[in-house]
């Protein structure tokens, strides 16, 4: 097979590992395979191997998917630069906007994208996808996870359109992966090979235990501390997983000392540069990119869904190139990448859940242990807990080092998974009456590992009802169809009791900017909400209660009903905050938001507010066409909607529109008529002469 001696050149590899030798060996030109092997066996490679084949032998196309937009993005570079080129093929990464066919991409050989961008690809019915060569599932024991019932779907679909398919599965070690792969018809593939010893150990009182030997560690002021220094003292680096943001940040600055003191001249002026990018990362600084800043000058950092994206991709870069010694994260970068840690450490295997401190799962800690030893970097590697007791060491050791992974089980039984579900396979004509839904669903994995449907099927039969009560399918004896409504739902993405909610908003007919972004606070696509502190509750109340008309509910009514009506109002009022042009760094210190949930937060208000438009333009209610079309502008840059023509220049975002608005420059054509010289009074020279620029090239 051709595509084995490229993908060894390509990679500069001597050989390829047992694993890959008997994935090879079970036929990865033609046949359906699930691999199951241990973190960093090498997996990505198989998968090169067989889109290799399947582009330069078949002439066919290639999707990739997986469940992190990061990793899909790690892969998609990867794969971009070692083979592109050379061998022409066109790689292409999507995983945006899911109100789109993606007509563009089907110019392309092979597309790496996330699960839920397939899945609206599917929604779009894209033709492309009907006659793809390969599917590769990354991460595929995410089946279990909630985001299962998107995997199932995405494969179901798949394989209903296509008979042929070659489905190519690649799996953490489990104990169920053979039910995987008889549900996909595939062969198995299973290895325990590894390239780099991994070691599992417990850190108690000093002395780090493995399974037959144990190693005194120099104590330092705690625990982290001292397996930090010791750590720096190898010249290694180490990631550090904590279960809270707060945590994260924390454990970063305990760190700062140690690793400052050992940085090299070289070391501090490449960090010192960074540092700068890290605090330009938005128009005016937050407290938080100040610390950020300021930690990667020391030449260690933290990681989570606080961070812009911007930061996260130089943080990533920076450790990757070992200038940074070690980053302290929440479970945002525990899956699937590749990256210089000879240790991972644990400080606490648990994690905050609705009902107290619950343990992590075996599988996870193994996937966060997977991340230290990585071939391209180490030459072996350790994963660590921090135990308080002889008991707690012990416990540790027989449940997450010598324990039980768990099995792999269906989601898809979750009513409001089958709901949103639903409604996207009869949109798209997968499911047309009882027969085919009993076909389709045979399909799935739940369908495949139950056995059985009726108890899904009484699910199903109630959720049709809701469907239909909410106008989006019409049901008789013999068939069920989509409305224009429902497909329209569909193709938006939306869960159905969200574009319920968005509807009845609309029909009632307001149009000031609260009960708008009340509505988008109400989908479920919007959750997690902020919590609302304790002492702004009462006030929160009174507000609420003293103006009901400014919301596009029956306040009265709902505060009974709804338990949730208070956090919807409190982050309604962070996003209006936000279009009336309170400063980013008073949102976030009034409402305790870093700045990427914030900007996660107006990302997804701005794509709610798109989906607002969409419904109100299906539905006719033409009263909302401009309302929702100027706040959506207005959320997208943070202003009022005086200065929404001026942020549409590059360069020019919420800080610097006031300051030209104050200095009388209001309208584009003002700006066209001032001197760039008097212009770079008010903006940063370099600012001016782009924004010059940019008004030339638009005459
Ligand atoms: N045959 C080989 N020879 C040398 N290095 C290899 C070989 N195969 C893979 N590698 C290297 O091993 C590293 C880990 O590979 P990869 O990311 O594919 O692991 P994985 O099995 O997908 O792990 P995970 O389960 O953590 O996602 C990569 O840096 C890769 O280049
Ligand atoms: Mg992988």
Same mark, same amino acid.
């Given at each position: 097979? &051709? ?17 890959? &030798? ?25 998968? &090169? ?17 997986? $469940? ?81 019932? %998107? ?172 200038? @940074? ?14 990256? $210089? ?102 399909? %799935? ?102 103006? $009901? ?99 549409? @220049? ?50």
């Amino acid at each position: 097979m &051709e595509s084995l001696e490229l993908v060894k050149k390509h990679n500069a590899f001597e050989s390829f590992n047992p694993m890959q &030798e008997k994935a090879v060996a079970a036929g990865l030109a033609d046949n359906s395979i699930v691999v199951s092997s241990p973190t960093a066996s090498g997996k990505t490679v198989v998968a &090169e191997i067989a889109a290799l084949n399947c582009i330069l032998q078949k002439r066919r196309k290639v999707v990739y998917t997986c $469940p992190l937009r990061a990793l899909a993005s790690e892969h998609y570079n990867d794969f971009r630069e070692k083979y592109s080129k050379e061998l022409s093929i066109k790689a292409v990464l999507s995983t945006g906007d899911f109100d789109s066919s993606g007509k563009y991409l089907s110019s392309n050989d092979v597309i790496f994208t996330t699960f839920e961008k397939l899945n609206s690809l599917l929604n779009h019915r894209a033709e492309w996808l009907s006659s793809i060569g390969l599917l590769v599932v990354d991460e595929i024991h995410n089946l279990g996870s909630d985001r299962g019932p %998107t995997i199932e779907m995405v494969l179901t679909k798949l394989r209903f359109l296509n008979k042929n398919l070659q489905v190519l599965g690649l799996s953490a070690t489990i104990p169920n992966s053979k039910e995987i792969s008889k549900w996909l018809g595939a062969k198995l593939v299973e290895s325990d090979y590894r390239p780099i010893e991994l070691r599992e150990g417990v850190f108690l009182d000093g002395e780090l235990f493995f399974e037959k030997d144990a190693t005194s560690i120099v104590q330092h002021q705690d625990e982290l501390s001292s397996i930090a220094l010791d750590t720096l003292s190898r010249g290694k680096q180490a990631l550090f997983f904590l279960n809270t943001r707060k945590r994260s940040e924390a454990t970063a600055k305990k760190l700062a000392s140690l690793t400052s003191e050992r940085l090299s001249q070289q070391e501090k002026n490449v960090l010192e540069n960074a540092s700068e990018k890290i605090l330009s990362a938005l128009e005016i600084p937050t407290e938080q990119c100040r610390t950020l800043a300021s930690l990667v000058k020391q030449g260690v950092c933290f990681h989570n869904a606080g961070l812009l994206e911007k930061q996260r991709r130089l943080v990533e870069g920076l450790f990757k190139k070992s200038y @940074l010694k070690f980053i302290c994260s929440t479970p945002t970068l525990s899956a699937g990448i590749n990256m $210089p840690a000879f240790r991972v450490v644990m400080p606490s295997p648990y994690r905050y859940s609705g009902f107290g401190m619950e343990r992590i799962p075996v599988s996870e800690w193994k996937q966060v242990a997977g991340r230290a030893g990585r071939p391209k970097y180490d030459s072996s590697g350790e994963a660590i807990l921090i135990a308080k007791t002889e008991f707690e060491k012990d416990d540790y050791f027989d449940y997450f080092i010598n324990g039980e992974i768990e099995n792999v089980e269906s989601r898809l039984a979750s009513e409001s998974q089958l709901r949103f579900h639903m409604l996207s396979i009869i949109a798209s004509d997968f499911v047309f009456d009882l027969e085919s839904a009993e076909k389709f669903f045979s399909g %799935t994995f739940y369908g495949s590992q139950s056995g059985n449907l009726s108890e899904l099927f009484e699910k199903i039969t109630k959720i049709i009802s809701g469907l239909e009560e909410m106008g989006f399918v019409k049901a008789s004896e013999k068939r069920i169809d989509a409305t224009p409504l429902g497909k329209r739902v569909a193709e938006l993405y939306l869960d159905p009791v969200s574009a319920h909610r968005l509807i009845g908003s609309l029909r009632r007919n307001m149009h000031n900017d609260l009960a708008y972004l009340f509505s988008i606070a109400s989908t479920n696509e919007f959750y997690p909400l902020l919590s609302v502190p304790k002492a702004m509750q009462a006030e929160l109340w009174e507000r609420v209660m003293q103006h $009901p008309e400014e919301l596009p509910v029956d306040v009265n009514k709902e505060m009974f009903y709804d338990d949730g009506l208070l956090s919807k109002y409190w982050i309604s009022l962070l996003l209006k905050e936000w279009i009336d042009e309170v400063r980013e760094q008073a949102i976030v210190d009034s409402f305790n938001v870093q700045p990427g949930i914030l900007r996660a937060k107006l990302k997804n208000a701005d794509w709610l507010a798109y989906a607002a438009l969409e419904l109100a333009k299906i539905l006719g209610l033409e009263s909302h066409f401009i309302p929702l079309t100027k706040i959506r502008k207005r959320l997208q840059h943070g202003v009022k909607e005086e200065l929404v023509p001026l942020c549409e @220049l590059r360069g020019i975002g919420r800080v610097r529109s006031r300051a030209l608005f104050k200095a009388g420059v209001k309208t584009i054509a003002d700006l066209k008529k001032i001197d760039v010289k008097d212009l770079e009074k008010i903006l940063s020279p370099a600012v001016a002469v782009s924004v010059k620029k940019q008004l030339s090239a638009r005459k």
